[in-house]
Nanobody, 115 residues
Framework: QVQLVESGGGLVQAGGSLRLSCAAS????????MNWYRQAPGKQRELVAA???????NYPDSVKGRFTISGDNVKNTVYLQMHSLKPEDTAVYYC?????????WGQGTQVTVSL
């Protein structure tokens, strides 16, 4: 059974930093890769970071240079380090992976950036 559990969200002032964690069980991110998405109220869910099983990372321009995705193979956990946070980064953040044409999502963790 695949399970993804996010943690690390919270309230932070603009310009601050947070690190989100996604602990995976039943699936290895080192093989299947992992993505971080976010969804703000009234907006579509958007991809903010991706890491392949081989360790290649990718980011949209909106977060490039501020967000870093990384993984710990021993803990089977993927992290999203976020710096220089802006109010527009406020959203629920989800980790997501897939295997055998099935997609798995975590429950999400709220990130709120205040002025």
């Amino acid at each position: 059974q695949v399970q993804l559990v996010e943690s690390g969200g919270g309230l932070v002032q603009a310009g601050g930093s947070l690190r989100l964690s996604c602990a995976a069980s039943g699936i290895l991110f080192s093989i299947n890769g992992m993505n971080w998405y976010r969804q703000a109220p009234g907006k579509q869910r958007e991809l903010v970071a991706a890491i392949t099983g081989g360790g290649t990372t990718n980011y949209p321009d909106s977060v490039k240079g501020r967000f870093t995705i990384s993984g710990d193979n021993v803990k089977n956990t993927v992290y999203l380090q976020m710096h220089s946070l802006k109010p527009e980064d406020t959203a629920v953040y989800y980790c997501q992976t897939s295997r055998d044409w099935r997609t798995y999502w975590g429950q999400g963790t709220q990130v709120t950036v205040s002025l």
